[in-house]
Each structure stands twice: as C-alpha cells, then as structure tokens.
C-alpha cells in the first residue's frame, strides 16, 4: 500500500524546538514538512490550507495554547497530532484529546523514531480497507471494535452498543452509561457493521435494533426511538421507511 508521504506541519513558538524537530524528522523520508507555525494562529490558518496528515504540537504557546487549538480545529479537519513539549505533566490530557503520543523536549532520538512508528501504524490503519479500529471481516459484518481510551485501546463487542452519534471525522460510540469517542466516520462503520443489527435513524445516528423498546409518531412524519435504557433519538422522516420495514412496523 502505498499512501505517499505523511504531510507534517510543525507547530512551536521557539524556532530550535521546530529546527530539532526538522533535524529529528530528517532521517525518516516517509515525512514531508509542509511547514512550521509560530503560534495557534497561524496554525489554523495552516491546516485550512495545507491539510496536513500530522500535527507536531506544542502546549505552552502565546495565546491559545496547545490543547485549545485543538478544541478550535474542526474535526473533519483534524489531523493526527503528537504533542512535542518540555512539560511531562500534561500527559494524561493529551491522550484524553486522542493524541498519539507525546514526546518530551530535548528531544530523544530514540523515543521520537518510537512516536514515528506508532503515527505509521494508525497511518496504515487509516488507509486500510477496512475502517481504522475496525477488525477485518471474516466473511461477514466486524464483531469487535477498537477504540482508543487514553493510552489503552478497549475493545467493544458490537453487541453491547446502544446507538452510535456522528461528529464529523469521529463517532461516539453509546454502551450502557459510557460513551467513546472513536475516529471513524459514520459511512466507514455503516459498511462494516451488521446491517440487520444497526439501523441508521437519522442522518448521523445508528442504533442498535436490539436496544429499540417503543417508537413514538411525532408531527410532520418525524417519530422518536426509545431505547431500553430511556435514551430518546430522533427519527427522521427520511429515515422512516426504511426503519418501519426493518422493525416490522405496519
């Protein structure tokens, strides 16, 4: 599989921390810089305009800070991002913001060649035919996901999933009174889960049919599922049809 080079943008306000990252990056040919931001500002102008595949990023900076600019990015134009900091204590919240990792400064060679590998391997996950977190199929629709939980990965039986809520590039994923953010689209799940088991009821939720305890008719055509657990969804009229034939509805 070839992907071409993953396109890296450089965000730090010191210009040595982005000239180490620069020396630290130039063994590795499969990394293209597509440029260097001095502060948040400039890097949301940056990734608007070069939609970069990763995001080298520090914490502390003038203005917003590492954490909020994330918060400021759009998730459909997220990338990949490992925080490059000198201040360990931070590292906790950069998984909680689904970082891939987290290297400190003075950079060590070695523990950034260990980051370098992690960012290939949820790279090849991106770009593999199946969905990333998704586990292959065996012939039939995936059993399990994998979802990334600080710095665990949880796996999920598709089975114990209540319903499933879009946001943009990432999904959050409802079992019982938990809920997991996963980065995967709505569409990359819908092909590969089971069709009979998750019925999509609006344009950017999924449920799980087992979990289905009454529907309520609203106005308009709209209509409202809810779940064994009390979870009311909305169900649109576009959806309608096709969720009265999946549920036997007359």
């Given amino acids: 599989m070839n992907t071409g080079p993953i396109r890296t943008l450089l965000v730090d306000d010191e210009v040595l921390a982005r000239l180490a990252l620069r020396q630290a990056l130039a063994a590795h040919a499969d990394f293209e810089i597509v440029g260097e931001c001095g502060n948040a500002a400039e890097a949301m102008q940056a ?3 070069l939609a970069p595949d990763l995001l080298f990023l520090d914490i502390r ?13 759009r998730p459909d ?3 990949m991002v490992v925080f490059a900091t000198a201040y360990g204590q931070h590292a906790l919240r950069a998984f909680d913001a689904n970082a891939l990792d987290y ?3 003075p950079l060590d060679q070695a523990r950034f060649d260990q980051a370098l590998a992690r960012v290939r391997r949820h790279w090849r ?4 035919r199946t969905p990333a977190g998704i586990s292959p199929a065996t012939g039939g629709p995936v059993q399990r996901l994998s979802v990334r939980v600080g710095e665990h990965i949880r796996v999920i ?10 946001d943009g590039n990432y999904v959050h994923i409802h079992v019982g009174k938990q809920a997991y953010l996963h980065r995967e689209t709505l569409r990359g799940l819908l092909a590969a889960l089971d069709p009979g088991r998750f019925l999509r009821i609006h344009r950017g939720t999924l449920v799980n049919v087992e979990r289905i305890r009454e529907i309520h008719p609203l106005f308009q055509g709209n209509a409202e599922v809810v779940l064994h657990d009390g979870t009311r969804l909305n169900l649109s009229r576009r959806f309608r049809l096709h969720a009265r034939r999946a549920l036997g509805m007359a």
Avoid: N
């Avoid at 039986?157 to 879009?166: F, G, L, N």
């Fill in 125 to 128: 996950g991106l770009h593999a």
């Fill in 47 to 49: 990734v608007a305009a």
């Fill in 157 to 166: 039986a598709v089975e114990t999933i209540d319903w499933i809520e879009a």
């Fill in 77 to 79: 134009t997220l990338p």
């Fill in 61 to 73: 900076m003038p203005g917003l800070d590492g954490f909020r600019l994330l918060h400021q990015l």
């Fill in 103 to 105: 290297v400190l400064k």
